[in-house]
Nanobody, 123 residues
């Protein structure tokens, strides 16, 4: 069983930056792919970014590519999401997910989830 805890959310002005962290425990971190997803009020959860088990491959949603960067430190059992040039449309609860095997944009395939961290971008 893998436990995930997100942190780093908050309120930021448009154009600003935030870095989210997701700390994992209870499993072999280097054997699980990680992803970030977000859910805005009244909307479905959507894919943001994913990273392979080794950290050598990354995958982004078109809406965040070039602004967000996913990374991981396997020695610290932590995955990060650096978010730059934030806009009000990025406002959502951000969740990290974990799955064994390869990474994917499909949230239905992730096995473990954190509790989420709120990101609010003001205009």
């Amino acid at each position: 069983q893998v436990q995930l805890v997100e942190s780093g959310g908050g309120l930021v002005q448009a154009g600003g930056s935030l870095r989210l962290s997701c700390a994992a425990s209870g499993g072999t971190f280097s054997s699980i792919a990680m992803g970030w997803f977000r859910q805005a009020p009244g909307k479905e959860r959507e894919f943001v970014a994913a990273i392979s088990r080794s950290g050598s491959s990354e995958y982004y949603a078109a809406s965040v590519e070039g602004r967000f960067t996913i990374s991981r430190e396997n020695a610290k059992n932590t995955v990060y999401l650096q978010m730059n040039s934030l806009t009000p449309e990025d406002t959502a609860v951000y969740y990290c997910g974990a799955k064994r095997g390869g990474y994917t944009f499909d949230y239905g395939l992730y096995e473990y989830w954190g509790q989420g961290t709120q990101v609010t971008v003001s205009s």
